[in-house]
């Protein structure tokens, strides 16, 4: 069975590790779309809150980056599991690890679980949240 790793982190904190030994993966940048985390009302929330997830999904900016990212991963993951590899990882960074970030890891670990399903493991870490989830 292919396990999925899917990280959220903050650039500040570095580059998660790929601790299955195979290197590799996929990094996304997230810090161009804009960033609630520049306003008050979202300074103490997450990328899993409903305001910040509203504010994101108004400004459209993530939808449209994660469609890309969807399209590569959907590929990806169905040659891994063609080929019964055993490991890949995604991670998303952004300036704090906090919002742009969490909202994406979660929302890909979300689309693979529901494109994939029993074919796949999903372990989701949201790092700088402390959120360490099996899906």
Do not use: W
Request: overall charge negative; glycine content about 10%.
């Amino acid at each position: 069975m292919l396990t999925i790793t899917i990280y959220s982190f903050s650039y500040k904190c570095g580059i998660p590790a790929d601790e299955s030994g195979n290197g590799g993966g996929y990094v996304f940048d997230c810090r161009a779309p804009h960033n609630p985390g520049r306003y008050e009302e979202y300074k103490q929330l997450t990328g899993l809150d409903a305001p910040v997830i509203k504010f994101l999904e108004d400004d459209g900016e993530i939808v449209n980056f994660l469609a890309h990212v969807y399209a590569l991963a959907d590929f990806h993951v169905q040659r891994y599991v063609d080929r019964d590899f055993t490991h890949l990882q995604f991670s998303f960074g952004c300036t704090g690890g906090q919002h742009r970030s969490v909202y994406s890891a979660q929302h890909l670990a979300e689309h693979l679980h529901e494109r994939f399903g029993e074919q796949i493991s999903i372990h989701l870490i949201h790092r700088e949240q402390g959120i360490d989830t099996i899906i």
